[in-house]
């Protein structure tokens, strides 16, 4: 497995891989509708274009044998008083999970956080993706708030912020 930069190039990569995990990833946690309407908000390739240029995400692909099968993405930003690195995507194709994937990815972007100055790394799950909980609880992650966060339309995400030191 290697793990590359995507780049404005991979927007339609990143759009056709989350149209491939969300819908199975949240099946059983929020309603279609809901599902549909995240995924024209946050990963239309016009969304991940704004989330690339103007919030400054670093995109990257996870591929196994040349065969893209996973993304992530982070930022930095800075708090008080330290760096703190925002893990806002980490997803791989339900078929490739428990597979080490997901780890080699999530192990990748803290090395990068690591070399852009991070203290810590932080991310939003939902409070019912029992799954992902116990991907990062794994990964010496904690929970140090509960969010609800109004993304319009009527629907919430119900998340748990979790943060790691590093």
Known sequence: MQVRRAGLDDILLVHQLAHQIWPQAYASILCPQQINYMLAQMY??????????????????????????????????????????????????????????????????????????????????????????NFYFKNDFITIKEEDIDIGSGYFMNDYVMQKKL
Do not use: T
């Not at 939003?124 to 799954?131: E, K, L, P």
């Open 44 to 133: 239309s390739q016009p969304a991940i274009e704004h989330q690339i240029q103007n919030l400054q995400h670093q995109f990257y692909i996870i591929l196994l044998y040349g065969n893209p099968i996973g993304f992530a993405s982070f930022s930095m930003q800075n708090q008080l008083n330290h760096k703190l690195a925002k893990l806002h995507k980490l997803y791989v194709l339900p078929q490739q999970q428990h597979k080490g994937a997901g780890r080699l990815l999530l192990n990748f972007i803290i090395e990068e956080a690591k070399k852009s100055g991070a203290g810590f790394i932080e991310l939003n799950v939902n409070r019912h993706n029992q799954s992902a909980l």
